[in-house]
């Protein structure tokens, strides 16, 4: 079964990212504004961002599970963003959008095509997703797509070596519902529930 079927909603296709879709991954990674709250340093040519795609995307394509799409509006099929799922047991939902698509609701309207699909082919148990603390716009994103809060930690955040708050969203898919991904809290040893989002 192929891991990454295209996906459609309204406005968005969702696809297997190319190698000719190397400049406009560049021109979402080569944004400072866009990376701020990003694991990875904002790229500063299109070999560091090649090497990225091949890695990242074009080489786990033949993994057996994990959805790595391009988000592309439908008019011209350009990446205007990117959409994930982690393979590891956490099953970590990622996501980037182009700034200059911000606050459209394009992330939310990704996401919630890509977990229709994943509850229709019943592939992975449950999603978590982690945000900084400093960006709840993110936070939005997975309250939207129904996700909960479980609890929040403090994590020395590697490559950028910053200590940074996250909070951690779950959704269980397997009806589960009280099954919380522990390895965050259990792993760092600052962690608290925070009572007033």
């Known amino acids: 079964m192929e891991n990454t079927p295209t996906l459609l909603t309204n406005r968005l296709i969702l696809r297997q ?18 990376n701020t709250f990003l694991p990875w340093f904002t790229h500063q040519s299109m070999e560091e961002t090649l090497s990225f795609l091949q890695t990242n995307f074009l080489e786990t394509y033949s993994l057996p ?3 790595r799409y391009a988000i592309c509006l439908k008019e011209d099929h350009i990446p205007i963003g990117y959409i994930n799922i982690s393979p590891n047991e956490s099953h970590d939902l990622g996501y980037g959008i182009h700034r200059n698509f911000w606050h459209q ?26 945000h900084d603390r400093k960006n709840p716009n993110s936070g939005k994103v997975m309250q939207n797509l129904g996700m909960h809060y479980c609890y929040s930690y ?4 590697q490559p950028k070596n ?6 951690m969203y779950q959704m269980n898919l397997d009806g589960n519902v009280h099954k919380i991904y522990s390895q965050y809290w259990d792993q760092y040893p600052i962690h608290f529930i925070e009572t007033d989002l």
């Open 65 to 67: 599970l994990g959805y």
């Open 162 to 167: 910053i200590p940074v708050i996250f909070r």
């Open 154 to 157: 403090q994590e020395q955040w």
């Open 105 to 130: 609701g394009i992330a939310t309207e990704a996401g919630k095509c890509l977990l229709d699909h994943i509850q229709k082919v019943k592939t992975i148990p449950f999603i978590t997703a982690t």
């Open 17 to 34: 990212f190319v190698r000719e879709d190397l400049p406009a991954l560049f021109s979402i990674l080569s944004d400072p504004e866009v």
